[in-house]
């Protein structure tokens, strides 16, 4: 019996460690991988289904719901002129923001699953016509933390500044609100 429970212990532990890259040390030499209540995520996976996602996002919505700023608070009125919430069987799965087009031409684009924000895109030039090369920052999220940086190198930053990733996740959440409270 011990010899099963022996051998079964070190079949996972070597799928673990596969899974992990192969890497028995505590620190990841994968720049990839971030932690997640212990265990190691695979960033490259995160990002390639959260690409998937954000492709069939935009394929499937493509009228929202556009909501005026003048009413919300003024924070929100100052920055963005209008924002467009688009939905997917009752769940807000993409969300945009315009600005002022007086003042800037920056839009700032959130993607969820499960009502979970997945993705933050930034355009500085979001009245352009809508390519890879437009897309100034991206920002990829798994369960509400933050797991890559992707610059208009297309090279992903791994050391993200906690503040900008974590603002996009507040104003993600707050517009999620903004849209819960709209009369049906």
């Known amino acids: 019996m ?36 212990g265990v190691a995520v695979n960033a490259d996976s995160v990002v390639a289904a959260v690409d998937l996602l954000r492709r069939t996002a935009e394929a499937s919505t493509t009228s929202g719901v556009e909501i005026p700023t003048d ?15 688009y939905s997917d069987n009752g769940q807000v799965v993409r969300i945009k923001t315009y600005p002022h087009e007086s003042i800037s031409k920056r839009t700032e684009e959130f993607y969820f699953e499960n009502g979970q924000l997945v993705l933050a895109v930034i355009e500085d030039d979001g009245s352009a016509s809508r390519g ?14 933050p797991v890559r940086e992707v610059g208009s190198t297309s090279e992903g930053e791994y050391t993200i500044k906690e503040s ?21």
């Open 164 to 184: 900008d990733a974590e603002e996009l996740l507040q104003e993600a959440r707050e517009y999620l609100d903004i849209i819960a409270r709209q009369p049906k």
């Open 71 to 85: 009413s919300l608070r003024e924070k929100i009125r100052q920055k963005w002129a209008r924002i467009h919430f």
């Open 132 to 145: 890879e090369e437009s897309i100034n920052k991206m920002y990829y999220y798994n369960n509400g933390k």
């Open 2 to 37: 011990n010899y099963f429970l022996s051998l079964f212990a070190a079949v996972m532990a070597g799928f673990l460690l596969l899974s992990c890259g192969g890497s028995t040390s505590s620190e990841s030499s994968a720049p990839a991988a971030a932690e997640e209540s």
